[in-house]
């Protein structure tokens, strides 16, 4: 498995600039983010220089989160919000152009916490998405969210995910497959994986109970990782766990 740190919820200790260096130093050549600015258009200065803080830790940046709103204060997504969607239509170029300009062609589109979500809308904006992303070979994902944590998240299993992806209708438009997610709501991921791998644009781990680092709770990660390897899975695993103080990769030498 290719792994990427997800440097919104790892190193979060460091200032933003500097987590590219630290996954560098901790031996990835690969990260993801969340959405990482207030805005959905902080500015070039801004872009310049975290994208000059990836290319200068020799690392790819894999996976990026369209703007999603204020994440810490419990928005999960504009893309379904009437009030919100003008503010996602504004980060479609910015978020695409800065993926392009580090060769990412992952990019997660959060829909957004009920009430006051729109189906039409959010079918709309992900087709405006995904156009915007195909002329840099890039997929739009769409992700499922477990309910326990997200209580006003709709999208919460890979079914309702699947049913979305099929009304958008677009080539370049997959399931972002977040295994810790789909176990708290009770999916069997290993069966998922099997039957619908293939449809998976991207991975992202961590373990259930607790969301620690593969290994830490009941999940069955050998297999797990087997199964995707079996599938032909190719892209990379993003690690999207939280750990604090060291040892937080020591997983992958046992």
């Not at 997800?6 to 500097?18: A, C, G, H, V, Y």
């Not at 690392?59 to 703007?67: A, E, H, S, Y």
């Not at 769409?142 to 099929?166: G, M, R, W």
Request: charged share 25%.
């Amino acid at each position: 498995m290719r792994f990427a740190v997800n440097l919104s919820i790892l190193f979060t200790d460091l200032p933003l600039l500097e987590r590219p260096e630290a996954a560098a130093k901790a031996g990835f050549d690969a990260v993801e983010l969340w959405w990482p600015f207030d805005t959905p258009d902080p500015g070039g200065a801004r872009l310049a220089a975290l994208r000059q803080a990836i290319e200068d830790a020799g690392v790819r940046l894999t996976g990026l989160n369209f703007d999603a709103g204020d994440m810490a204060a419990g928005e999960r997504g504009l893309l379904s919000r009437p009030g919100e969607s003008a503010r996602f239509q504004a980060n479609i170029d910015v978020a695409v152009r800065l993926a392009g300009e580090l060769g990412c062609t992952v990019l997660n589109a959060l829909y957004g916490n009920d009430p006051g979500t729109d189906r039409r809308l959010a079918v709309a904006n992900l087709r405006r998405a995904a156009d915007a992303a195909a002329p840099i070979g890039a997929t739009v994902v769409v992700e499922a969210l477990n309910s326990h944590e997200n209580p006003k998240y709709p999208i919460t299993s890979s079914q309702a995910a699947f049913e979305l992806i099929d009304e958008v209708d677009r080539p370049n438009v997959a399931f972002l497959a977040d295994l810790y997610h789909l176990h708290r709501m009770g999916e069997d991921v290993v069966a998922l994986i099997d039957g619908h791998a293939a449809r998976f644009g991207h991975v992202q781990v961590a373990d259930d109970p607790g969301r620690g680092h593969p290994g830490s709770g009941r999940m069955p990660y050998d297999e797990i990782f087997a199964r995707l390897a079996a599938a032909g899975y190719g892209g990379h695993v993003g690690l999207e766990y939280r750990h604090e103080g060291p040892g937080a990769f020591d997983w992958r030498r046992t």
